[in-house]
T-cell receptor, first 114, second 110 residues
Framework: DAGVTQSPTHLIKTRGQHVTLRCSPI?????VSWYQQVLGQGPQFIFQ???????GRGNFPDRFSARQFPNYSSELNVNALLLGDSALYLC?????????????FGQGTRLTVV | AQRVTQPEKLLSVFKGAPVELKCNYS??????LFWYVQYSRQRLQLLLR??SRESIKGFTADLNKGETSFHLKKPFAQEEDSAMYYC????????????FGKGTRLSVIA
């Protein structure tokens, strides 16, 4: 098992553009969460999806959206990119419905907005 | 609101010296606390969770509800312990997203 995989690994976009980040969870994991990690900070929660439904949303503007597909993979979309959206975007998968469940993280997508 | 505070951005210790990485939290209810670690060029991974009460790679962490702390300790630091360490707790009950501290970079000097 390759673990949680994210694509692309690096991305450079211009202000105002749109970006789509992708995540494939560990086989059997039905929950996917997205985090934003700005340099010098810990990861900050953006979205959680389980069984294709949004189960939680962090304090991010409506420019951020996500979805989960029937195979449990997920996409994070960001519209009208701002310089401040430059960050490492992490995806984590876990087994839903179990207390104290470990989150397994991908290697992240490094987004640079210029 | 749930919050995690890691007061030290950087902690440097000599090999063989004891290590204590501090974590304080605010949480309404009984918290489930985690330590995650990120070694150089590797992904973020779980180091230990308080409910397991286990020692991983020589590290332990004890939940102190009175002081709302979950400090990570190791009696003798090794060079391979150099990494970024994050304390985290769930936003809510059960399997929910995590709130992370800002992290502490541990540097073990030979």
């Amino acid at each position: 098992d390759a673990g949680v995989t994210q694509s692309p690994t690096h991305l450079i976009k211009t202000r105002g553009q749109h970006v789509t980040l992708r995540c494939s969870p560990i086989s059997g994991h039905k929950s996917v969460s997205w985090y934003q990690q700005v340099l010098g900070q810990g990861p900050q929660f953006i979205f959680q999806y389980y069984e294709k439904e949004e189960r939680g949303r962090g304090n991010f503007p409506d420019r951020f959206s996500a979805r989960q597909f029937p195979n449990y993979s997920s996409e994070l979309n960001v519209n009208a990119l701002l310089l401040g959206d430059s960050a490492l975007y992490l995806c984590a998968s876990s087994l839903m419905g179990r207390a104290n469940t470990e989150a397994f993280f991908g290697q992240g997508t490094r987004l640079t907005v210029v | 609101a749930q919050r995690v505070t890691q007061p030290e951005k950087l902690l440097s210790v000599f090999k063989g010296a004891p290590v204590e990485l501090k974590c304080n939290y605010s949480y309404s209810g009984s918290p489930e606390l985690f330590w995650y670690v990120q070694y150089s060029r590797q992904r973020l991974q779980l180091l230990l969770r308080h409910i397991s009460r286990e020692s991983i790679k020589g590290f332990t962490a004890d939940l102190n509800k009175g002081e709302t702390s979950f400090h990570l300790k190791k009696p003798f630091a090794q060079e391979e312990d150099s990494a970024m360490y994050y304390c985290a707790l769930p936003l809510g009950l059960g399997n929910t997203p995590l709130v992370f501290g800002k992290g502490t970079r541990l540097s073990v000097i030979a």
